[in-house]
């Protein structure tokens, strides 16, 4: 089967990009710099990403506000238009089907956008649930680019011709001009920096994403999959089939602010109000190993020579110079401070349950 390609594909052999299968996409893991200096130019600076492989629904019609409310496990009725929020869907079983971000345009018409590897899925899923509302697939029409980091606003301020200065986190404004190219504006990210994503069309994709990395006052660093994964993981966020999946509930994965049991019915509903009555059998939580190592997914986490879980991510933090992780292990044993091993390559090392998130930006001003 051969992989997707978003319409960025022919710009990363200008930019040292090397490419890598991802969910179904051939997309860039780096570029020229390495990803240690992505990284770190997120955190200090502003990074440029190509995320185009995002898929985006439309919903429309008098139904769509309560159709999506009955799909999701957050509540769409506390939006108002220009703003958006972010929810686990689930199956009856109250697995986790994906994790979206809806964006309320109207009372009649929204944006759900979905994972990659998941497009298929959540549209076979969200008609099978709601075939009577209008579900309309943007993917092909649709390109995403984020700009994150502490200059991100700055960035943005001064190439688009509505303020986003003031723009409050989890909102957006349509119909802006950024480099004279028409934009949704969008300020949210998947870094734990402050940053924006702009939604375009396919045919302007190249020409913004050229003119933002090489016609701006500000030295922005092309930022590929690898530099994405540190950054999101250092900031807790989680990524779909790592930390949600199938077979792992919102609960599980520490997303209770997220899943609205009191909202009325939904999909999954019954099968988490069970499961918040008994209590998660399982937990997500951090840990930093404490000897040299990195654990990947799927390491198995011991304690006292017992298996009580698997590590769902984990890296080697450039921020923190730590390695880290999260693992879901049996609720029982995930307390702060605990010690506990992970095997890696036959190996166990010393490993330690801390706080999440990691690291948390320090906010300023903008």
Request: hydrophobic share 40%.
């Amino acid at each position: 089967m051969s992989l997707k390609r978003t319409p960025l594909y022919s710009l990363y052999e200008r930019y040292g990009g090397k490419t890598v299968p991802f969910g179904g996409w051939d997309m860039p893991v780096q570029y020229r710099g390495g990803i240690l200096q992505e990284h770190i130019a997120v955190r200090t600076q502003v990074g440029l990403f190509d995320v185009s492989h995002m898929g985006e629904f439309e919903f429309s019609g008098a139904d769509s506000e309560s159709a999506i409310n009955r799909l999701i496990t957050n509540d769409v009725t506390r939006l108002v238009d220009g703003q958006a929020l972010y929810s686990p869907v689930c199956h009856e079983n109250g697995g986790t089907v994906d994790d979206v971000l809806v964006y309320r345009f109207a009372a009649d018409r929204f944006m759900v956008v979905v994972n990659a590897s998941n497009i298929e899925k959540d549209l076979s899923h969200f008609r099978a649930h709601e075939p009577t509302v209008t579900i309309k697939d943007r993917s092909q029409e649709t390109a995403l680019l984020a700009l994150q980091g502490p200059q991100a606003v700055d960035l943005l301020e001064s190439v688009a011709d509505q303020s986003v200065r003031d723009l409050p986190y989890y909102h957006f404004l349509q119909d802006v001009s950024v480099l004279g190219i028409s934009c949704i504006v969008s300020r949210t990210g998947y870094t734990g920096e402050d940053g924006f994503e702009l939604y375009v069309s396919h045919e302007d994709a190249q020409a913004l994403f050229g003119a933002l990395a090489e016609k701006t006052n500000f030295p922005v660093t092309l930022v590929g999959l690898g530099a994405r994964d540190t950054l999101r993981l250092e900031a807790r966020l989680p990524l779909y089939g790592h930390e949600l999946s199938d077979t792992i509930t919102p609960l599980e994965a520490g997303l209770s602010p997220f899943v609205k049991l009191d909202k009325g019915a939904f999909v999954g509903r019954a099968a988490l109000v069970a499961e918040r009555e008994k209590g998660s059998a399982r937990k997500l939580i951090g840990f930093e190993l404490t000897e040299r190592g990195i654990a990947r997914a799927e390491c198995d986490v011991f304690m006292d020579g017992k298996r009580i879980g698997f590590v769902t991510s984990g890296t080697f933090s450039p921020t923190l110079q730590k390695s880290i992780g999260l693992a879901l292990v049996e609720a029982q044993h995930a307390e702060i401070g605990k010690m506990c091993e992970v095997e890696i390559r036959g190996k166990r090392l010393q490993a330690v349950f801390v706080k999440t998130p990691f690291y948390r930006r320090t906010k300023t001003s903008s």
